[in-house]
T-cell receptor, first 111, second 111 residues
């Protein structure tokens, strides 16, 4: 089975609310990354957190990593309709830091 | 000034045909990848090249053959296409084992 498992699978919120998405994984990692995919487009890298980091911020994004629980969360604050997309976590492991993606979370932000 | 480009964007073909998808990146990255995304949005790595050398070769039918003429190009040739090959194929590049930059995808439909 794939390394990353996100939950929930789908999330619908009102514009201005915060969105929290979770990712769990099974094996040791070098880093964990979050990507966004708009409908019909390629993936866009959002943020990378290394295995020795616990929290990282980028604009309205906040990512946490708990290696003891093998889990990560992505928080989008003050959501906007333009945040509507699929969000994927991906874990990098091994000598080649091969990325293994989760199934993705569909986020809908209602205006 | 597109960073990672793929051609064609759409490809519709009959079972049994042979087709190629081309990928080019102008970011100066050493590493390039091919991913397959199925109808449920599950994204799985197929191949990775580092400076024209194959470094990741997942369990992919040998009907799929990647070719890297130089480190800015990674093409994917598929022989004897099957219905199950229908998917969106993404090319990506990275500055070695970090965040990846994805192309817009090629939607392959096998009839």
């Amino acid at each position: 089975s794939q390394q990353g498992e996100e939950d929930p699978q789908a999330l619908s919120i009102q514009e201005g609310e915060n969105a929290t998405m979770n990712c769990s994984y099974k094996t040791s990692i070098n880093n964990l990354q979050w990507y966004r995919q708009n409908s019909g487009r390629g993936l866009v890298h959002l943020i990378l957190i290394r295995s020795n980091e616990r929290e990282k911020h980028s604009g309205r994004l906040r990512v946490t990593l708990d290696t003891s629980k093998k889990s990560s969360s992505l928080l989008i604050t003050a959501s906007r309709a333009a945040d509507t997309a699929s969000y994927f976590c991906a874990t990098a492991a091994g000598a080649n830091s091969k990325l293994t993606f989760g199934k993705g979370i569909t986020l809908s932000v209602r205006p | 000034d597109t960073a990672v480009s793929q051609t064609p964007k759409y490809l519709v073909t009959q079972m049994g045909n042979d087709k190629s998808i081309k990928c080019e990146q102008n970011l100066g990255h050493d590493t390039m990848y091919w991913y397959k995304q199925d109808s449920k949005k599950f994204l799985k790595i197929m191949f990775s090249y580092n400076n024209k050398e194959l470094i990741i070769n997942e369990t992919v039918p040998n009907r799929f053959s990647p070719k890297s003429p130089d480190k800015a190009h990674l093409n994917l040739h598929i022989n004897s296409l099957e219905l199950g090959d229908s998917a969106v194929y993404f090319c990506a590049s990275s500055p070695t084992y970090n965040e990846q930059f994805f192309g817009p995808g090629t939607r392959l439909t096998v009839l």
